[in-house]
């Protein structure tokens, strides 16, 4: 039981850092004014998410957010 809980501390671990690498890169091609590689940096995380083994009815509130922002840089 101890061995998969570490085991999943570990997996949920390397999905956040993941996750957050990649919205770290957008937020900061979007400071500097790189529209382009923001967009495709949140485009980047929302197919992480899509496809990763979560449930996505369990990560509605990031896939929110990254639609949102794709939507707003689209724009």
């Known amino acids: 039981a101890k061995l998969d809980q570490l085991k999943y501390r570990v ?6 850092t993941q996750l957050n690498g990649y919205l770290e ?3 900061k091609a979007e400071f500097k004014g790189q529209k382009k590689k923001a967009l495709d940096q949140y485009q ?7 496809s990763d083994e979560i449930d996505d009815s ?3 509130e990031n896939i929110g957010e990254i639609e949102a922002k794709i939507s707003d840089l689209s724009d």
């Open 25 to 27: 890169a957008a937020r």
């Open 11 to 16: 997996q949920r671990f390397s999905h956040e």
């Open 44 to 50: 980047e995380a929302l197919y992480f998410l899509r």
């Open 58 to 60: 369990l990560q509605l």
